[in-house]
Structure formats: C-alpha cells, structure tokens
C-alpha cells in the first residue's frame, strides 16, 4: 500500500511516521519551499491522550525532553485571586502518561526528524485530485502527479482535500482573537511545572514553560 499524505505539518507529520512504522509506504508533499518554513508559532499543551499517540510512535520521551513537563494547571482572575487548580500530573500518571508544554517549532522539528526526509517533498502544491476502484491520483501546481493507494488530507484551514470532498466551507469567525508569543530567557520570571490560566473582562491568557528556558 502507498499513502499520499497531503501536508507537513503536525497531523501530516504525524500521521506518516505513524504508517511507516507499521509497514506502509507515505510519501508527504507540502506546498511550503522547504519544510522548515512551517516551523513557527507558538507553544502546545500537550495532553496525555495526545502524549499516549505520541508512545505510540516511540515519540512521547522526545517530547517530555523537548519541552517542560507540567505539575498543575491553575486558574485565576485578573486581580490574581486563585479560582481553582487541576492536578494534572497526577492525573496523566494514572492514564500511563504525562502532561508538557512545547514550542510548535520543537513539535515540528521532532516530528520531521523521525519521518523518512527522502519521502517529504516540499514546493508541492495540490491542485485536485481523483479517485478510481484502485487508487487516487493526487495533482500538483507544475504538472506533477502522483498515485497512491489512499490520500490523507492534512493541509490546514484552507484546505484543497476538504473543500474537494465538501465543497467550500469558510470557517466561521467566533469572535475572538488569539496572539502568541515565546518569550527567550525568561524561565526565571515563572515558576516551573505551572500552566496558569488568568481570566479577565471578556478575555483570558494563558502562560507556561516550553523548554529552553522560554516561556509561552
């Protein structure tokens, strides 16, 4: 079997070192120069049930040594009054798993260093594609095309697989807006092992470790 998977990114990523793994040829093609452009933004929580995907695929230490594991997730309002907290330690040990913070480069960076480099392949924008009893045909800008079994599509909010399958869809704005940041060199300023929520009039944020000595 021969899967083409349609993106780099976290889930792309994921998705073919999980099925090279088991036996099963992928081939990731993504529309970005080089697959290292996609290596920006933010930070994650990562949860144990997305940890436990992680063992799966022999990944979940690399994460916890990446990042900065956590103890306990608090939560406060704007005046800094504690409005309650979640041991979340405690809880992922009991599901056989943990709870970390990292930065989305380190997540990515992690995630290609396991996949076969040979069969990610960048500058590869899907156009359409097609589909028959033995296989799909996946096309790309410039004329190239290529045959798979199946195609998993893993390319984003805009993406070319759903909208060809669904028919455009655009996303519906709920009202908010989200800003990240990484703050270098200052692990100091925040006590390790914390995520702290704080809320506010209509707004929240949310601040932890992800490793390095930065905080998210």
Do not use: C
């Not at 079994?149 to 704005?173: C, F, K, M, N, Q």
Request: glycine content about 14%; hydrophobic content about 45%; overall charge negative.
């Amino acid at each position: 079997m021969k899967v083409i998977v349609v993106g780099a990114g976290i889930g792309g990523l994921t998705a073919s070192v999980a099925l090279r793994r088991a036996g099963v040829d992928a081939v990731v093609f993504d529309q970005m120069p080089e697959v290292g452009a996609t290596m920006v933004g933010g930070g994650f929580h990562i949860w144990p049930n997305a940890v436990r995907a992680l063992a799966e695929i022999d990944l979940a230490e690399s994460a916890r040594n990446l990042g900065a594991p956590f103890e306990v997730t608090e939560f406060q309002n704007s005046r800094g009054r504690k409005l309650g907290s979640w041991p979340i330690a405690e809880i992922a040990r009991s599901l056989d798993a943990f709870d970390v913070g990292i930065s989305r480069k380190d997540l990515l960076g992690m995630l290609y260093g396991a996949a076969d480099q040979d069969n990610v392949v960048a500058g590869a924008k899907l156009v359409d594609f097609d589909e028959d009893g033995s296989g799909v045909t996946a096309r790309f800008e410039g004329g190239r095309e290529e045959r798979g079994d199946v195609l998993i599509g893993a390319d984003g909010l805009r993406s070319v697989v759903r909208s060809t399958v669904l028919g455009p869809i655009e996303p519906d704005y709920a009202g908010y807006v989200q800003w990240q940041t990484l703050i270098p060199n200052a692990g100091h300023l925040f006590p390790h092992g914390v995520e702290r929520v704080t809320f506010g009039p209509g707004t929240r944020t949310v601040m932890h470790h992800v490793g390095d000595d930065r905080l998210f």
